[in-house]
């Protein structure tokens, strides 16, 4: 296993923040080819950890602050040059703190080239009372790449007290680079109606998404197996557009969403890349 | 008076929309429940009405009634909901109940309904019921209020019917679910108009998704 080396954080004024990443195939490895991290982003060295593809480069984001807070505007930029594989993943859910009528904004601009992997996995994000949370992503995908994107949430309430986060709220558009839109998935819910049919009996939520062409997907039954095997109720279908398959996971609890996640990180990975990926270390 | 009974006529169950055969996701939810009583029907009927219908299926109704006709703009909505119907069951079912809605309307002499077919049969257009549904009903005379409450009617009777039919609930427990949501359909239709589909209803995603792999099933979708 090699490593890049560590990021420079820099500490902006308020809590606007931006991160670039942008990765690129040099030497038979991906790197780095630019990278701006600002706070409270932090990204770890960039680990190669699969010796059946070594090209694959792994990076763990951070927030460098102990979650997202009320006012916060982030924005993170990933760009996967062509035939690159880029994962970029979370050591941990990430808290969202209560959104105090400013609420919190994650922007993701991810943009992948011909014949490039890139998965974008987050543990969950954690939602505490009040929590206020919009999450707002545009992926620009070339028709033979292969886009693994997971974002999901689970409810807590530390104290008991029957308070619920405020609202959770996500945006996702998907498109090929002429312009054309694959898949767009909008919705948002209130704390306070969240327990009351949408999410069934359950306290955790996540989608994933996966574009990739119809040789590079896993089988739909067997995803959703593996899956549910992790303790989640999922429920996997064809995307719309022929651009992959979609996936709607139920879990208990963040813990049991985390690990199906992970489960259809791997799912994916080897039906992408043909071989097992390394337990990634949490 | 005339428009409130040409609402009757397009909410009534006899009207061959082909809405039958559809379940909307609730056989999988039978089943992940391994059955279902009336107050849990009630429960995910108005989270259905609340967090798909009200931001995804009216809007679609909507920009559908708004069009006057104007096939490119049909277009673009359609496309739009084929795009942001994830799961692979609802999205076929919601072209097939349009392809039927349209016939209906084609073969009593809807001259739109006719053309709508066309252009769904040559591919321009895609057909999903909610667009194809509001389309058709500003051609028949229904105002936007009526065709808002007429297609909130259609989808909570076609949830409750399926529940009955899958024997979940009793006839008398199902009408009595359909009452309850009368005014939660009124209070909906009232509401500001997202300016873009939105829904947010995982679990009746994943029963949708789920009951398509499932080996034994009563209904399409």
Redesign the interface.
Known sequence: MRSLPLSSSAFDSGRSAEAHLAADLAGGRTVLRRQHVGYPFHVTRGFYLDAARPELLTLYLQSASGGLYAGDRLKLDVDVAANAAFHLTTQASTVVHDGREAGTLQQQSITVGPGAFCAIASDPCVLFPGADLCLDTIATVAEDAVLFLADGFAVHDPRQAGRPFASFSSRLRILRPDGR?????????RGN?AR?????D?AA?A?VVLIAPPDELPD??TL?QIVDGCGC?????????QAGL?????APDGGTLARGLEAAFHVAGRAALGSDLVRRRK | MLSTLRALWQADGAFPSGSFAFSYGIEGIVA?RHGLDARELK??V???L??RWA?YDRVALLRGFRCNGDLAVIAAVD??V????????L?VGSRRNGASFLASHARIGNDLAAILRDVVRSGECLGHIAVMQGAVWSSVGLDENLAQLTSGYTVASGLITAAIRLGAVGALQGQEVLADCLPLIEQLTMNETPL????????L??????H??ADLRLFAN
């Open positions: 839109v694959l898949l767009l998935d909008r919705g948002s819910i109606e009351a049919g949408s999410l069934g359950m939520a989608t739909v039954g959703g109720l999922s429920g996997a279908s064809p995307a719309p557009n979609v996936m709607r996971i139920l | 992940l429960r995910l108005a989270a259905a609340k967090h931001s496309r739009e084929e795009a942001s119907t994830l799961v692979e069951s999205r873009e589909l939105e829904s947010f209803a995982p679990f995603d994943v029963a949708a998704a789920r398509a792999q």
